[in-house]
């Protein structure tokens, strides 16, 4: 739960802070500046708690992990309530900073499907949760190191925001979409598709994760605190 609170705190709320707080229009600087945020605010997250609970802070993550064996199923409910609970927290507090209005003109940094259509969207989310998986397994494969898999998975995530920003507005984590989407209303609003932040992530996770287990036969258990 506090892995994701920082990770939502740091990500959508740099788009409150550039876009509303600052007034600045969605330009290749705020893309970039936002990209920046997002990927320390995950590097972060996963430092600070990845020693506790292995820096779970995405649902897709979690599941993707239970569907290739390397996660405990009994474990796999109470991270995704932890996960939703820190993004609402998250939203909450960045309310409190920056004021219901100002935070709310951008929904709170909720994303929604930008230029082409939402099937775009998905298939974005789809490839890039996809992608991400063979990242984490790969790096934690070759690394015990939890600052060293903190930073190579938070350069992905401010590459992902780069590529998907103006597509889907770049989540591959549906609790970080599910925070601002709550604050701001939209979550059950069909014309926001918030349905393609579950969809896309989960299935992309789920498929990223198994097809990495089946190419290296790896079966070793990441993430997991056995504590």
Not at 28 to 39: I, K
Not at 44 to 51: E, H, L, N, R
Not at 162 to 188: E, Q
Request: glycine share 14%; net charge neutral.
């Amino acid at each position: 739960m506090l892995g994701t609170f920082i990770f939502v705190l740091f990500g959508p709320g740099s788009v409150v802070a550039f876009m509303a707080a600052f007034q600045q229009p969605l330009s290749p600087e705020t893309l970039f500046f936002s990209g920046a945020t997002f990927g320390l605010g995950i590097a972060m997250a996963i430092i600070a708690v990845g020693p506790i609970s292995g820096g779970h802070v995405n649902p897709a993550v979690t599941l993707g992990l239970f569907f290739a064996g390397k996660f405990n199923g009994r474990d796999v409910v109470p991270y995704i309530i932890a996960q939703l609970i820190g993004a609402v927290l998250a939203s909450s507090a960045i309310a409190l900073m920056f004021g219901y209005s100002v935070a709310n003109s951008v929904q709170f940094g909720a994303t929604i499907p930008g230029v082409g259509d939402e099937w775009k969207a998905l298939f974005g989310e789809f490839l890039m949760t996809f992608i991400f998986l063979w990242v984490i397994s790969s790096i934690v494969k070759k690394s015990d190191n939890i600052a060293v898999i903190g930073i190579v998975i938070g350069i992905y995530v401010a590459i992902m925001i780069f590529i998907l920003g103006t597509i889907s507005g770049g989540s591959i984590n549906p609790a970080r979409s599910f925070g601002p989407a709550v604050l701001s209303g939209i979550l059950l609003n069909g014309s926001y598709y918030q349905w393609i932040y579950w969809v896309g992530p989960v299935l992309g996770g789920i498929a990223g994760a198994i097809s990495y287990n089946l190419l290296y036969g790896e079966k070793k258990k990441i993430f997991f605190n056995s504590q």
